[in-house]
């Protein structure tokens, strides 16, 4: 069975420009969530979607938007970067929504430069 | 102000030793999980809890949720350097949509 897959692994972007991060969740599960990870802040919880709707959503301005697909592959975006945004973000799947044991991807390395 | 908070931040150790990490808050949970991760991947998660004063062995890993469902601990005996790595924490509240992490434990275990 394959695990949570994100794509790219690593990515570099100018302040300013926009960011679009893939997500598959494994096969069956469909509840996707976002996480950032820096150094500072910890894991911070982005969004959830579960059935091509957005469940919950986490302190995060309006830069950062996310979608899911009927296949329950997500999409997280971030617009008008800054150098704040650098971070690895991660992606869970999860069989249910509010199914609190996640099954995290490698994650996506974003440097802003 | 973190809902959980992990204790020691940092903890290096020599290969053989025993240690224990903690999670605590001023809440109660539903369900508490442990997450391992090592760098440049995502966190893994090696268990579970759900029943206040439950406790899980994995190997040579404990794992204890306190009474109140408040807090928990993880105690790993013989320590290896594959043991090294984040430890997190994260708990779901009852009512709450998703689980909250604590800022973790890094563990290094020295040859």
């Known amino acids: 069975k394959a695990g949570v897959t994100q794509t790219p692994r690593y990515l570099i972007k ?3 420009q926009q ?44 830069r950062f938007s996310g979608r899911q697909f009927s296949n329950s592959r997500s ?3 971030v617009s008008t970067l800054e150098l704040g945004d650098s971070a690895l973000y991660l992606c869970a799947s999860s069989f249910m929504s509010k199914n609190t044991e996640a099954f995290f991807g490698q994650g996506t390395r974003l440097t802003v430069v | 102000t973190q809902l959980l908070e992990q204790s020691p931040q940092f903890l290096s150790i020599q290969e053989g030793e025993n240690l224990t990490v903690y999670c605590n808050s001023s809440s109660v949970f ?30 040579r890993l404990t794992f204890q949720f306190g009474d109140a469902r408040k807090d928990s601990s993880l105690h790993i005996t013989a320590a290896q350097p594959g043991d090294t790595g984040l430890y997190l924490c994260a708990g779901a509240q009852t ?4 689980s909250t992490f604590g800022d973790g434990t890094t563990l290094t275990v020295k040859p």
Do not use: D
């Not at chain 1, 996707?32 to 995060?60: A, C, M």
């Open chain 2, 95 to 98: 009512n709450a949509g998703k």
């Open chain 1, 14 to 16: 100018t302040r300013g």
């Open chain 2, 30 to 59: 539903s369900s508490l999980q442990w997450y391992r991760q090592e760098p440049g991947e995502g966190p893994v998660l090696l268990v579970t809890v759900v029943t206040g004063g439950e406790v899980k062995k994995l190997k």
């Open chain 1, 75 to 77: 999409e997280m975006n």
């Open chain 1, 19 to 62: 960011v679009t991060l893939s997500c598959s969740p494994i096969s069956g599960h469909r509840s996707v969530s976002w996480y950032q990870q820096t150094p500072g802040q910890g894991l911070q919880f982005l969004f959830e979607y579960f059935s091509e709707t957005q469940r919950n959503k986490g302190n995060f301005p309006g």
